[in-house]
């Protein structure tokens, strides 16, 4: 079955590091998404991985492992604005490949 | 930037009520979704539609159903609303061509619905 586990709720400082993790068990695998929600907002993309490794792209970083099923969402430099829920989305074979499969979100929630 | 956009934030319907979500997006995006989130659950596909008139059941179509006669515009139809559909409609689209980032979803700001 399709399955995405992810912690529901994290607690970081301002300023600190923070990685969410996300394990993933889904048939096929055409990339792995992560989205970033604050409450009452739509979902905004963060970051795609379909290769293994890491993914740069300024404060927030993402870490693919396939043969394991996880990644991971590193933050750095958290700022207050970084209070929100991460997504972790896999898009799989279904669909003619456009089904994307979503964890439960981990709330995020930045303190000063 | 792509905007997808959802007729309503907020929606009042009473049981048995037929109920009309309407979402446009204006990318020229071939593939439409509509999703419902809850707490605990995350995202959940509704229907999925890939071409005008096309559709596609997702997980939990069940007391749904959608249309799509433009390209631009997609609608989630409740039949006859129920205190279970009270919950979160997001709407989101991609593009088959979009392939720098593998097509990610576009998401509409959602409608949060409430059936009493």
């Known amino acids: 079955g399709q399955n995405i586990d992810q912690p529901t709720e994290m607690t970081a400082t301002e300023g600190a590091i923070v990685q969410i993790n996300c394990t993933y068990q889904?048939?096929?695998?055409?990339?792995l998404f992560w989205y970033q929600q604050h409450a009452g907002e739509a979902p905004t993309f963060l970051s795609y991985?379909?290769?293994?490794g890491l993914e740069e792209k300024g404060r927030f970083s993402s870490f693919l492992s396939r043969s394991k099923g996880y990644s991971y969402l590193l933050l750095k430099e958290l700022q207050m604005k970084d209070s929100a829920s991460y997504l972790c989305?896999?898009?799989?074979?279904?669909?003619?490949?456009?089904?994307?499969?979503f964890g439960p979100g981990t709330r995020l929630s930045v303190l000063p | 930037d792509v905007k997808v956009t959802q007729s309503s934030r907020y929606l009042v319907k009473r049981t048995g009520e037929k109920v009309f979500l309407e979402c446009v997006q204006d990318?020229?995006?071939?593939?439409m979704f509509w999703y419902r989130q809850d707490p605990g659950l995350g995202l959940r596909l509704i229907y999925f539609?890939?071409?005008?008139?096309?559709?596609e059941k997702g997980d939990i179509p069940e007391g749904y159903s959608v249309s799509r006669e433009k390209k631009e515009r997609f609608s989630l139809i409740l039949e006859s609303a129920s205190t279970n559909q009270t919950s979160m409609y997001l709407c989101?689209?991609?593009?088959?061509?979009?392939?720098?980032?593998?097509?990610?979803?576009?998401f509409g700001n959602g409608t949060r619905l409430t059936v009493t």
């Open positions: 989101a689209s991609s593009s088959w061509t979009d392939s720098s980032y593998n097509s990610p979803l576009h």
């Open positions: 889904t048939s096929g695998f055409n990339g």
């Open positions: 991985n379909v290769l293994d």
């Open positions: 990318m020229d995006h071939e593939n």
């Open positions: 989305a896999v898009r799989d074979e279904d669909n003619y490949g456009q089904n994307f499969v």
């Open positions: 539609s890939y071409d005008v008139k096309m559709k």
